[in-house]
């Protein structure tokens, strides 16, 4: 079955219109005309006229529905649907029946029947009832993809000994409801760890929600935590929900801590310490069950003697620290992180599997990943990006390796940028984005050292990223 495909500007596919119907009934005037009115909504049709031709059909070709007669002489419809079920997890199939009883219409959805039509069928309703399980079929699908993409996303790659540590630690941890404070040097991995640790609590089918301190205004960020009541400041035109209270029974990732203002700090704190929380411009207060887990990149205890971070808080946070290791402690882990980011990089731009000519993994590895496995990720999707062919070769490494070489540090001349098909406001957003990019790619993709390059304000940073597209 074809999938939707949006594509702008281009046709867009009905992804009904090519799925294969396969129709077992031993009654011929209901195969042909069925057939018939099936193909006018241009699905392509399968016939057999009885069970034993029906489930060696579905054995030679691929099938995205079937449509099953309940009683025919060779083989009874529920047979057949027992052993579809069998070969075919998941295909769904959909019964017809001229004895329609309660009672066979419940056998059969017990057993893996997905809907039940009426003889005399009206075309009308079998079109309704085929599009709809075809859709609902499409959707599950994707979920299931989108699941699969989300689980390779989260998953942690690493089988050296500081990794094996790490993962001991998440597994003590996880079922408790400490706090916890991961620190870790930029891009090592703390946002994944965090995950790992409520994906393997008691609260894992609960949220996980994620604030990003360095990214929200510091005029809204008490309003982001904790929520606000109508009205009660300018622009608070509905009531809203705090992250708080978004986290309840669940896990609140508090990220980049660090850079958490002296004034909201104290507001943590005191949350922290007393377990509810007011909604801005509300005097009522809440009470949830929140487990808070943060993290930075910053030297907090540093941060203490500057007297930019509260020692209060800090005590607070830090019940079970967890320091993520750097890459450079475990080089190890190196071709293991590139075999798995290859094959995530090839699946998400859409690329035939590629792999390392010999001598190319070495070559990266010899690398200095000061930003750590972000960098590790990012300069592997550069690679299945620039290189066209499905080997990537040492030379292509040393090429796409270099400061120097690196897209979008060559010709950096303002003409690049003109192009007579667009807008002057298109021009200009690609220029902004080259130039984030950049400036992200020479900071090892940190925001905040790519934000002071730019001369930006971190969370004006976040938001320009957010609204070109730029992954972090
Ligand atoms: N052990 C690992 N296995 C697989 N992927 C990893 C691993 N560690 C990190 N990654 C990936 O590297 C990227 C950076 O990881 P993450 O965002 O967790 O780092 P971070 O320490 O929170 O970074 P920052 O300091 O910039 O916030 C993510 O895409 C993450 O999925
Ligand atoms: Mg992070």
Redesign the pocket.
């Given at each position: 079955m074809n999938r939707l495909i949006l594509c702008p500007g281009r046709i867009i596919l009905n992804e009904h219109q090519m799925a294969t119907i396969l129709i077992i009934d031993d009654e011929q005037n209901i195969l042909v005309t069925l057939s018939r009115a099936l193909q006018l909504e241009n699905y392509r049709t399968e016939v057999a006229g009885g069970g034993k031709v029906g489930l060696s059909k579905l054995a030679e070709q691929p099938v995205d529905l079937v449509l099953l007669d309940v009683k025919m002489p060779d083989m009874d419809g529920l047979d057949v649907l027992e052993k579809i079920s069998e070969s075919h997890p998941g295909l769904p199939v959909i019964m017809m029946s001229g004895h329609a009883t309660v009672e066979i219409a419940v056998r059969a959805v017990r057993m893996g029947a997905i809907d039940f039509l009426e003889k005399p069928l009206s075309s009308e309703k079998v079109m309704v009832t085929v599009a709809n399980t075809l859709k609902l079929r499409q959707l599950c699908e994707e979920n299931r993809d989108l699941k699969e993409l989300a689980g390779l996303?989260?998953?942690?790659?690493?089988d050296s000994p500081p990794?094996r540590v790490l993962y001991d630690q998440i597994k003590i941890v996880a079922p408790s409801n400490g706090r916890v404070l991961i620190t870790?040097?930029?891009?090592?991995?703390?946002?994944?760890?965090a995950r790992a640790i409520h994906e393997n609590s008691l609260r894992a089918s609960n949220p996980f929600i994620k604030v990003n301190c360095a990214a929200v205004p510091r005029e809204l960020i008490e309003s982001e935590l904790f929520g606000h009541e109508k009205g009660s400041f300018t622009g608070a035109s509905q009531q809203r929900r705090g992250k708080f209270e978004l986290a309840d029974a669940g896990t609140l990732f508090l990220?980049?801590i660090g850079d958490m203002r002296l004034s909201m700090q104290a507001k943590l704190l005191r949350v922290l310490q007393e377990g509810e929380i007011e909604r801005v411009g509300s005097a009522d207060t809440i009470v949830g069950d929140v487990r808070v887990i943060a993290?930075t990149?910053q030297d907090l205890p540093k941060a203490i003697s500057a007297g930019r971070f509260r020692e209060d808080l800090f005590h607070r946070l830090n019940v079970i620290p967890i320091r993520?290791p750097a890459l450079r402690e475990r080089r190890e882990?190196i071709p293991a992180?590139t075999s798995?980011f290859l094959r995530q990089a090839c699946e998400q731009n859409n690329r035939p599997a590629k792999s390392f000519a010999p001598g190319a993994l070495e070559r990266l590895s010899d690398h200095d990943f000061s930003g750590?496995?972000?960098e590790l990720?990012n300069s592997v999707e550069r690679l299945v990006i620039m290189v066209p062919d499905d080997t990537i070769k040492p030379t292509d490494v040393d090429c796409w390796m270099k400061p120097g070489l690196r897209p979008g540090n060559t010709e950096g001349t303002e003409s690049s940028f003109y192009n007579p098909d667009l807008t002057i406001k298109e021009m200009l957003a690609n220029a902004e984005r080259t130039f984030i990019l950049q400036a992200l790619q020479n900071r090892d993709?940190?925001?905040t050292n790519a934000a002071k390059q730019l001369g930006l304000e971190r969370s004006h940073l976040y938001k320009k990223m957010k609204a070109l597209g730029i992954r972090?």
């Open positions: 996303q989260n998953r942690m790659v690493g990794m870790g040097e930029n891009g090592s991995g703390k946002e994944l760890v990220d980049e993290a990149n993520v882990d992180l798995h750590n496995v972000r990720k993709g940190h925001v972090q």
